[in-house]
């Protein structure tokens, strides 16, 4: 388990290099890939919580403010969604105002619109920028490795994958429905079935994934036949 724990933290940190030193490719596959692998409930620092997936769009954002403000700001106002986005933050600040809420309840809806809405803002400053078939090419083939751990997880009963990033880094529960630190020996239903999930917080979050994928793949092989190439 030490060498699961190792590698889990060597991936971590790669996704890290991705979006301070990579390309936009990089920096996209990689806030993609850290809402995948460590979304389960592990974090960095407990209080105040940093989880993975939090820690990667606010590296982006600082490296993109400091080092590239002025591309930032013209990115920012072409995002189609920046009004909507504005409205909802708004609505949150304006009705924990109205509930007479203290300081630390604005620094929890900062947070959690933070996490919740501006990381779309990543994703679509790096986008514009990628070739598609690129990027799908590279998630094409993530996701044919990643579908091969939930078949050993099935075959094993075991979700080592999960159990490797749970181990390397703290829980921010004690216990959650696979068990410790989100550990799982298969997730039963109703007694007669095992179910994977490989490193989503559930089944049917798993099952979304691939299904996502396989749409999205299978639009883009029907409208660019010859264009899909891997």
């Known amino acids: 388990?030490?060498?699961?724990?190792?590698?889990?933290?060597?991936?971590?940190?790669?996704?890290?290099?991705?979006?301070?030193?990579?390309?936009?490719?990089?920096?996209?596959?990689?806030?993609?890939?850290?809402?995948?692998?460590?979304?389960?409930?592990?974090?960095?620092?407990?209080?105040?919580?940093?989880?993975?997936?939090?820690?990667l769009p606010y590296l982006f954002f600082a490296k993109e403010i400091f080092l590239n403000f002025g591309e930032f700001k013209k990115s920012f106002l072409q995002f189609p969604a920046k009004f909507g986005l504005l409205t909802i933050f708004a609505a949150y600040f304006l009705t924990t105002y109205a509930n007479g809420r203290r300081g630390h309840d604005y620094y929890q809806v900062f947070r959690y619109c933070f996490d919740k809405y501006l990381p779309m803002v990543a994703v679509f400053i790096c986008a514009k920028e990628v070739e598609e078939q690129k990027m799908l090419r590279s998630l094409f083939l993530f996701m044919l490795i990643y579908s091969g751990f939930g078949v050993f997880e099935y075959l094993l009963n075991h979700n080592y994958i999960r159990e490797a990033i749970a181990t390397a880094?703290?829980?921010?529960?004690a216990l959650d429905m696979f068990g410790p630190a989100g550990i799982t020996h298969g997730l039963g239903a109703s007694g007669w079935r095992t179910r994977i999930s490989i490193t989503?917080?559930?089944?049917t979050a798993l099952g979304t994934l691939l299904s996502t994928m396989f749409l999205f793949t299978l639009?883009?092989?029907?409208?660019?036949k010859d264009d899909f190439q891997f």
């Open 169 to 173: 880094f703290p829980s921010t529960k």
């Open 1 to 55: 388990m030490i060498i699961l724990s190792l590698f889990a933290y060597i991936l971590f940190f790669t996704l890290v290099a991705f979006i301070l030193k990579g390309t936009r490719d990089q920096q996209l596959f990689a806030l993609i890939l850290v809402n995948i692998l460590f979304y389960i409930n592990v974090a960095l620092i407990a209080k105040p919580e940093l989880t993975p997936f939090q820690l």
């Open 200 to 203: 989503t917080k559930h089944p």
């Open 219 to 224: 639009a883009y092989y029907k409208n660019s």
